[in-house]
């Protein structure tokens, strides 16, 4: 039976560290410049309707070091820039390829994608979610605290998609979330409650990003303003300024702590260029590690690992 990565809601927790402890394998193989082949035979598509860097390249470096083929196509270079339907587009392709990652703007098209399709369909952002991205941020955490349980993590700034996948991954793992935002930029109060829910327990929700790091292990920001955002982007700039991430702000947090960025990064507004480039940064082993990710995530859901 095939399985989906819509949302981190469609993983348990042994899912989650099945892909931990395979993404470290494979990246200590690929230090040792072992040769893998295990998808050889294998074709991955990648149908993008945003731009990308990191996520592309490393799904497309992911397959390809794994022995498989990938196919990068723009949606708009498709007929669902024309309006087939998507489970039209769902039904064939499942007779092409072996797994269909999808980076789009609404989260009801790869729904709709992965209930007609007979292969694995990854999301690979949406408007809603960007739960591969937490994936490998949570391995990256591990590397560096040795473990998520525990732990606290707090997310500074907009509660964007890659906020709400960090609820996701809360809802089913052991760790503390804070998120401080602006009061009106809040996550999705419908995804907080679900979460909320299966937790069994409030998540903590604050305005004062001061407050919220006093105790962090891990601080998270992103982006003011996400794909598509950028006509607000004169306005997000005044309501975010307080939720900057510098050293003022890690003044208040552990000396331990580290920072995280999902990137692109905008220096001088969400986060500034010395702690970017700084001792508590561990941006560009984050960056790195989506790709040992995503080898592992193709390699399970293409029932390999």
């Not at 082949?37 to 309707?49: A, S, V, Y």
């Not at 941020?137 to 707090?154: G, H, M, R, S």
């Not at 052991?174 to 999705?188: D, G, K, Q, S, V």
């Not at 299966?198 to 790091?213: A, L, R, S, T």
Request: hydrophobic residues 40%; proline residues 4%; glycine residues 4%.
């Amino acid at each position: 039976m095939k399985k989906d990565i819509l949302t981190l809601l469609d993983l348990e927790k042994s899912d989650f560290d099945h892909l931990f402890n395979i993404t470290g394998e494979l990246k200590d193989r690929d230090k040792k410049k072992i040769t893998e082949n295990c998808l050889t035979g294998k074709t991955l598509g990648l149908i993008f309707d945003k731009p990308s860097t990191r996520t592309r390249f490393s799904f497309e470096a992911a397959m390809i070091k794994l022995g498989g083929t990938p196919i990068y196509i723009n949606a708009q270079d498709t007929q669902i820039s024309r309006s087939e339907p998507p489970k039209d587009t769902a039904r064939v392709l499942s007779r092409y390829l072996d797994i269909l990652a999808i980076r789009t703007f609404e989260q009801s098209f790869i729904e709709e994608i992965a209930s007609y399709a007979s292969i694995p369909i990854i999301n690979a952002l949406t408007d809603a979610y960007h739960p591969c991205q937490i994936l490998s941020d949570i391995f990256t955490i591990i590397e560096f605290k040795e473990t998520y349980e525990n732990l606290n993590i707090v997310w500074v700034g907009d509660g964007n998609n890659v906020a709400h996948s960090w609820v996701n991954a809360w809802a089913v793992l052991n760790f503390n979330l804070t998120i401080a935002c602006p009061e009106n930029y809040m996550p999705n109060p419908d995804i907080i409650k679900k979460a909320c829910e299966i937790k069994g327990k409030q998540i903590k929700i604050i305005n004062d990003p001061f407050e919220g790091v006093k105790e962090a292990q891990v601080i998270y920001t992103d982006a003011w303003a996400s794909m598509g955002q950028e006509k607000d982007k004169a306005e997000r700039k005044k309501a975010f300024q307080n939720f900057q991430i510098n050293s003022k702000l890690l003044k208040n947090a552990p000396k331990d702590v580290v920072v995280m960025h999902c990137l692109p990064a905008y220096r001088g507004e969400e986060i500034t260029e010395d702690v970017l480039e700084g001792n508590h940064s561990v941006v560009w082993d984050q960056a790195e590690n989506k790709m040992h990710m995503h080898k592992a995530i193709l390699k399970v859901l293409l029932g390999c690992a």
